[in-house]
């Protein structure tokens, strides 16, 4: 997935994962900082750091480093958009939440919710498109459904509701924003996808597969 070029693509496959995984970071944080409820993963990451006094982003990339773990028993093989996942997107949140600070009026809060979902769809279609390989949560979800031969939609649901409850026993952050996240983020991301893909590039299979993930979740 990772190594051949053929259309000479690299830097701009490159160009798309970071900033796709920039942006994913920002967009959580954007999130937190709308204060509505954030999506499973995050609320079990602001849980952690409410517990621990860690910041979300050094619990995100701690829980990402954890999670890759899982993939050895699953024989899953990680990528350079894994191992940069794992990293970036707990640095952009970090980041982002000490350039923003929170905005106290709903007027303002719930805007922000909603572009803060729209920008997540966005950066998961520009680094998936990329073509670098899947997020360790993304990875551990396909790889269970390898496994254990259940849908992805059940997988899915099964992690997301496990790190959510927990994420909630633990004090993290969950409503609207919540719900709306998870609503939309599978067309979202399926959208931008599309308009993200290299043109004529043999990993369009990969937005292919994506999409046939994200319409199952």
Same mark, same amino acid.
């Given at each position: 997935?990772?190594?051949?070029?053929?259309g000479g693509r690299?830097?701009?496959?490159?160009?798309?994962?970071?900033?796709?995984?920039?942006?994913?970071?920002?967009?959580?944080?954007?999130?937190?900082?709308?204060?509505? %409820?954030? =999506? #499973?993963? $995050?609320?079990?990451?602001? !849980?952690?750091?409410?517990? &621990? /006094?860690? +910041?979300?982003?050094? @619990?995100?990339?701690?829980?990402?480093?954890?999670?890759?773990?899982?993939?050895?028993?699953?024989?899953?093989?990680?990528?350079?958009?894994?191992?940069?996942?794992?990293?970036?997107?707990?640095?952009?949140?970090?980041?982002?939440?000490?350039?923003?600070?929170?905005?106290?009026?709903?007027?303002?809060?719930?805007?922000?919710?909603?572009?803060?979902?729209?920008?997540?769809?966005?950066?998961?279609?520009?680094?998936?498109a990329a073509g670098? %390989?899947? =997020? #360790?949560? $993304?990875?551990?979800?396909? !790889?269970?459904?390898?496994? &254990? /031969?259940? +849908?992805?939609?059940? @997988?899915?649901?099964?992690?997301?509701?496990?790190?959510?409850?927990?994420?909630?026993?633990?004090?993290?952050?969950?409503?609207?924003?919540?719900?709306?996240?998870?609503?939309?983020?599978?067309?979202?991301?399926?959208?931008?996808?599309?308009?993200?893909?290299?043109?004529?590039?043999?990993?369009?299979?990969?937005?292919?597969?994506?999409?046939?993930?994200?319409?199952?979740?």
């Open positions: 997935m990772t190594g051949a070029d053929p690299l830097p701009r496959r490159l160009l798309q994962l970071y900033a796709g995984l920039l942006l994913y970071g920002a967009s959580a944080a954007l999130l937190v900082r709308a204060g509505l %409820g954030l =999506g #499973p993963w $995050d609320v079990f990451h602001q !849980g952690v750091a409410e517990g &621990t /006094g860690l +910041s979300i982003g050094t @619990v995100a990339v701690a829980t990402g480093a954890a999670v890759l773990l899982l993939w050895l028993p699953l024989r899953q093989r990680p990528g350079l958009g894994t191992v940069s996942n794992v990293v970036l997107v707990g640095v952009a949140i970090d980041a982002t939440l000490a350039a923003v600070p929170p905005p106290d009026a709903l007027a303002v809060r719930v805007p922000l919710m909603l572009a803060a979902v729209v920008l997540n769809g966005l950066a998961t279609g520009l680094y998936i670098f %390989g899947p =997020g #360790p949560r $993304d990875g551990l979800m396909t !790889g269970l459904h390898r496994v &254990t /031969g259940r +849908s992805l939609r059940l @997988v899915r649901t099964a992690i997301e509701v496990a790190v959510l409850a927990a994420g909630v026993l633990l004090g993290g952050t969950a409503g609207a924003g919540t719900v709306v996240y998870a609503l939309a983020i599978g067309p979202l991301a399926q959208f931008f996808l599309r308009r993200c893909a290299m043109p004529g590039r043999a990993g369009a299979g990969t937005g292919g597969r994506f999409r046939r993930q994200a319409a199952e979740r």
